[in-house]
Structure formats: C-alpha cells, structure tokens
C-alpha cells in the first residue's frame, strides 16, 4: 500500500478476502473447499493450479473472513472504522468485489444496515450537534446512469460544476427519518434492480449499484447563523458488478466490443485503485469511467477506502477467486 509519510498523512487502503460458505449446490454436486483461513490475515489454496505449478498459493490481506464469520465480524473488523469516518466529515467508500454470487450483495446489505445502526447510535450520543442524513442510490449499467429509488428508466447525466465537483443530474436525495425508513430504500433499490434484471438480462450481475449516505451536521448553538461550522461528508456503500466480467472483457479484447463497454468503469477503477495504492500521484484516470467520476470525491484524496472481496470457497470457482485476490493483491 501507499502508507503515510510526504505532505499530510495518507491512509492506505483497507483490504479484506470475504469466503463465503459453500452453497447447497455447490455441496450437492461435491465440489469441495478450495480455500482455508491459516489466520486472521492469510488464505491459502489446498491445492496449487496445474498450469501454474510456482504460482503463490498463500495470500495476505489486512483480514480474511472464514465461511463462519458474520457480517458483523465483516463489518466491525473491514469496513467500520471506514464507513464511520463520515460523521468527523470524511468521504468513504466501501466496496464489495468479487464474481456473481460470491456474496458482494449479501455483505454489502449488511454492512449498509449496521453502519447507519452505528451513526444513529453517534447522533443519540451528540446531542449538541444536528445531523440531517440523506439518502440516494444509482446503478450504473454499459456507462447508463439510473436512480434506483425512482420507478422512471431514464438515463441521468453527470455534470461538473466547479464547487460541487461531478454530480447526477436529478437524483433524487431522501432525507432518512429512521433506520427502518432506511431499510424501506434499500428494497426499493433492490426492487427496481430486479425490474431492470428482466429485461436486461442478468443485470445485476452487469451492474454498479452506488447507495450514498451524505451526512450533514453543525453546532446547535451556532444553527442558521454560521454556515461555516456545518460538516458534510458522504459514505458510498459499491456493490460491484461480477468480477468475471472484467477478466472476459480483458480475454476477448477489441471482438466483444459490449463486454469492454459494459465493464470500462469495473476496469477504470481497478487502475485508479492500483494508482492508489502505489504513489499518490501522477495521474489518475478518474474521468475514464462514470463509476469513477461518480466516486471521485471518496476516492484519494483525505478519503477513506474499503474493500472487501468475495470469493466463493468452492474449487470450480478457483479461477476466478484467484483473479479475486490477485484485485485484492493489488490494492493493497
Ligand atoms: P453476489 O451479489 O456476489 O452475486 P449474493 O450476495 O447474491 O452474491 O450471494 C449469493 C448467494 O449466497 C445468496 O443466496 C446469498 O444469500 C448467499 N450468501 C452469500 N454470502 C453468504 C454468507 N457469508 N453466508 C451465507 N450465505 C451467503
Ligand atoms: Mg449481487
């Protein structure tokens, strides 16, 4: 990782491998486990790959998540102390990698429910500050963006303004009442994801989907006088389209023109993640994709940065939970 040290500290990247444990149909047709937890930090495969007989077969992460771990675990020791630099006016993002049915949707749901469970816990306990918590959701599908929280499929355009950086034109922006009120958005998104599943075709697996908390908060006694006091940070919650997609676009080079198309932002963003990671300059190509655009605020810069990639332990899914942790490799 990038580490601290030059002008103002930089913080590294938090890297974490999620397994999750093996499906019902997985233990049907006995695919066994490929992949075991020697400790809290390294996963190893049980077996090495025949067409790479030197290839590493131990990798290490900031955590590693056995198939027992609960999303609690995932959330407190990957993601929390992230997600939580919001309310001291920190942008964050917490990103779930990793391929179809890893798991990405599942920890994602959960971490999303626990951090807002945590910051109203801090608003209960910081009576002498006001907080208003906003809500909105995007998905991004072949570089279209549409608001998930509204039953219209039109395509929203990014702009760039000069204080407000890029931004969604007319997304919708919910205030939250509650944590339930929370809970309500968050089948909404997941309602018009499958909308848009049916007709186009494995959506999901196809797309980003982006919930963003923004979290504005000032001093009581300083309420509608001084605009000056008043923090505003943003936590975006990335659960990620299937990694596959990006190492069959990588394999079928310029032929599948739709494939590249559709994963320009997952590609986009593991170059500005590599980026990163390194040095933390140069340039970073964060105008390549809209994921990236998008995130731009939450992403480098004084922001915090969370990913936790999902692999499925199961030894059919050993090529691409490799590619999951050579991501996961590079972004630390
Ligand atoms: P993805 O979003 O990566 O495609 P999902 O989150 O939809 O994958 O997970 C695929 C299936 O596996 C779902 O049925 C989900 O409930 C289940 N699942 C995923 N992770 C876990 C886990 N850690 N424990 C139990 N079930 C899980
Ligand atoms: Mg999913």
Redesign the pocket.
């Known amino acids: 990782g990038g580490g601290g040290g030059g002008v103002g500290k930089l913080e590294r990247i938090l890297v974490s491998v999620?397994l999750?444990?093996l499906?019902g149909k997985e233990i049907l047709r006995g695919d066994p486990s490929e992949w075991e937890c020697i400790n809290d930090t390294t996963v190893i495969s049980r077996s090495t790959f025949p067409d790479r007989p030197s290839a590493p077969t131990a990798y290490s992460f900031d955590r590693v998540f056995h198939?027992d771990?609960?999303?609690k675990e995932v959330y407190k020791q990957g993601a929390k102390e992230v997600a939580l630099s919001v309310v001291s006016g920190i942008n964050s993002s917490i990103f779930?990698y990793?391929?179809?049915?890893?798991?990405?949707?599942?920890?994602m749901t959960g971490i999303t429910e626990y951090t807002v469970a945590d910051i109203y816990d801090y608003i209960g306990k910081h009576e002498e500050r006001a907080f208003v918590l906003k809500f909105s959701a995007i998905e991004i599908y072949n570089e279209v963006v549409r608001d998930l929280l509204t039953a219209e499929n039109i395509p929203l355009r990014l702009w760039d303004d000069a204080e407000k950086g890029t931004y969604v034109e007319n997304l919708a922006e919910v205030v939250l009442r509650d944590w339930d009120h929370l809970k309500e958005l968050i089948s909404v998104c997941e309602a018009q994801r499958k909308t848009g599943e049916t007709y186009l075709n494995e959506n999901?697996?196809r797309s980003h989907q982006i919930l963003k908390l923004t979290i504005e908060s000032s001093a009581r006694e300083f309420l509608g006088k001084d605009k000056s006091t008043t923090l505003v940070a943003s936590v975006n919650f990335v659960?990620l389209a299937?990694s596959e997609r990006a190492s069959q676009a990588l394999s079928a080079g310029a032929r599948l023109k739709e494939g590249c198309h559709i994963n320009r932002s997952l590609l986009t963003l593991g170059t500005v993640i590599r980026k990163l990671s390194k040095v933390r300059n140069g340039h970073i190509p964060y105008r390549d994709s809209k994921l990236t655009r998008i995130l731009q605020p939450s992403l480098g810069g004084n922001a915090r940065t969370a990913i936790i990639c999902?692999m499925s332990p199961a030894r059919s899914h050993m090529e691409q939970s490799r590619n999951t942790l050579l991501f996961a490799s590079c972004a630390k």
């Open positions: 999620r999750r444990p499906s198939s771990c609960d999303t779930a990793g391929q179809t049915s890893s798991g990405k949707t599942y920890t999901s697996s659960d299937g999902t």
